[in-house]
């Protein structure tokens, strides 16, 4: 069972272009968070995606980001017009449902953004 | 709103050595706690979940211990060695599916 997978693994884009960052969770899972890390700083929450429905947006900046999960096909991270402080690894991850408390999130290894 | 901190930032040690690293919540109705661990440039690798309703986890030369009501966690790792040198990160999932990340503590362990 392959693990979460994501790419491109490293994506450099100028000011102004769009990002799409690509997820596939693990098989037979059908929820997908994703999280950003800026540096220096810790991951911080963006989206919960299941399939063809957001479920919690709360960390994803209002303008420029979105996310969807199609029925199928991998999960898609888009930043439109990217300006420099979107420099960042952007980590995918996914769970089965149902999920309990003792079940955790596994993670992809990120792409890593980098906008001249 | 949850907020995480791991204490020390960074910590050296010779091999061999045994180690405590710190991760205080603050808020304490939590599902779980997590403690991950990540390599430069690679993913997190999940290492020890702890449920609400346990005290501790252990894994080979890994205990991680969970006290809610003081909203405090600690990862000891035992006889240390040189390819447990990463980043530990500390994350908290307060029922809402999202997690609650710290800023990690960068482990160097010299041979």
Redesign the interface.
């Known amino acids: 069972n392959a693990g979460?997978m994501q790419n491109p693994r490293h994506l450099v884009r100028r000011r102004g272009q769009e990002a799409r960052l690509r997820c596939s969770p693990m098989k037979g899972h059908s929820?997908v968070?994703w999280?950003r890390q800026l540096p220096?700083?810790?991951?911080?929450?963006m989206v919960?995606l299941q399939k063809e429905n957001i479920?919690?947006e709360?960390?994803m900046p209002k303008e420029r980001f979105s996310a969807e999960f199609p029925k199928e096909g991998p999960s898609i991270l888009r930043i439109q017009q990217v300006v420099r402080g979107d420099s960042a690894a952007y980590?995918c991850?996914s769970?089965p449902p149902p999920?309990g408390?003792?079940d955790?999130?596994?993670?992809?290894?990120?792409t890593?953004l980098t906008v001249l | 709103k949850q907020e995480v901190t791991q204490i020390p930032a960074a910590l050296s040690v010779p091999e061999g050595e045994n180690l405590v690293l710190n991760c205080s919540f603050t808020d304490s109705a939590i599902y779980n706690l997590q403690w991950f661990r990540q390599d430069p440039g690679k993913g997190l690798t999940s290492l020890l979940l702890i449920q609400s309703s346990q005290r501790e986890q252990t894994s080979g030369r890994l205990n991680a211990s969970l006290d809610k009501s003081s909203g405090r966690s600690t990862l000891y790792i035992a006889a240390s060695q040189p390819g447990d040198s990463a980043t530990y990160l500390c994350a908290v999932e307060g029922g809402s599916e999202k997690l609650v990340f710290g800023k990690g503590t960068k482990l160097t362990v010299n041979p």
């Open positions: 979460v929820h968070y999280y220096e700083e810790g991951l911080k929450f919960y479920i919690d709360s960390g980590f991850a769970s999920r408390a003792a955790t999130q596994y993670f992809g290894p990120g890593r």
